[in-house]
């Protein structure tokens, strides 16, 4: 990781992202919701106008992080649909904040409607950079999530705390690619997630450029959306006092969940009844 500065561990921890294709689901924290009155959409998103798109918001796009894959939302993904919802799991490729960002506006092209923009962990800076701007994007919702502002980058909000557990676990390779430790995957992140499945999640991992962290963000989604924000209290890789703080900076909703990382898979219900509680919050305002 050619990092500029020295690589403390509490900046590593951000890239911890939930995952794995065995992503297990809490009951959700609310009875189910009816789900929202689907409204034919006739524009498709890339002859979107610059004005904003009005309607009921069914679709809901799930950017990850670092260290899994699209699949860290099964749970979610599930919850969501069984609600009515249209999902979306992004494939970030982790090589840098431009890749990851194209790799969720070329998804996000393909919403046809008013969509909800979920990040988690690092996804969090990936949203804050791709829904500014973004004609189709009602609302964002972060989860563990990093929330820069414009000309700031992770690192320079990690660094806002002191080291956390999990950051020991970080491993750089020759390429500059940064892998977590197995061994410490279920104690300092995963701890409310069953042994069996970090496991899995750990071995199934993919690494991200360590310069990542170090790329700033040019545009800022939640100084112009409506924005949710779950703060994992029991988070053993990012702060939850961070997690306060960026929350409290957007002035987003804020809805704590005792949690650790991982929260998209051991509490996918409750995460999916926040997206649900915004999206109908959402259509109500359109």
């Not at 561990?9 to 009951?27: I, M, P, T």
């Not at 990851?100 to 990936?126: F, K, N, Y």
């Not at 899995?200 to 993919?206: D, G, P």
């Not at 962290?213 to 990012?238: G, H, M, N």
Request: with cysteine; proline share 7%.
């Amino acid at each position: 990781m050619p990092l500029k500065r020295p690589l403390c561990a509490a900046v590593l921890c951000l890239c911890f992202a939930g995952s794995g294709a065995f992503a297990q689901s809490s009951a959700p924290t609310a009875a189910p919701q009816t789900p929202p009155s689907a409204a034919p959409a006739t524009t498709p998103a890339r002859e979107a106008a610059a004005a904003p798109m009005t309607g009921p918001v069914r679709n809901v796009v799930l950017v990850h992080g670092a260290f899994v894959d699209g699949s860290s939302w099964n749970g979610v993904v599930a919850k969501l649909q069984q609600k009515g919802y249209r999902v979306s799991s992004v494939q970030n490729p982790l090589t840098s904040l431009a890749d990851d960002a194209a790799a969720t506006r070329r998804v996000l092209a393909r919403q046809e409607g008013p969509t909800i923009l979920v990040g988690h962990s690092w996804g969090g800076v990936v949203i804050t950079e791709v829904g500014a701007n973004a004609p189709n994007v009602a609302g964002l919702v972060y989860v563990a999530a990093i929330a820069p502002d414009r000309n700031e980058s992770a690192m320079d909000l990690m660094k806002r705390a002191a080291p956390m557990p999990a950051g020991a676990g970080i491993v750089k390779d020759s390429s500059g690619f940064l892998w977590l430790d197995r061994s410490k995957y279920h104690a300092d992140f995963a701890a409310d997630v069953s042994e069996n499945v970090t496991r899995v999640l750990s071995a199934a991992q993919v690494p991200i450029a360590a310069a990542a962290f170090d790329e700033t963000v040019s545009q800022v989604a939640w100084k112009e959306k409506p924005s949710w924000y779950v703060l994992t209290t029991k988070d053993r890789a990012v702060s939850p006092d961070v997690e306060r703080f960026m929350a409290e900076r957007m002035g987003a909703t804020i809805v704590p969940i005792a949690s650790s990382h991982l929260a998209p898979v051991s509490h996918a219900g409750a995460i999916a009844d926040v997206i649900d509680r915004a999206a109908r919050e959402l259509s109500r305002q359109q």
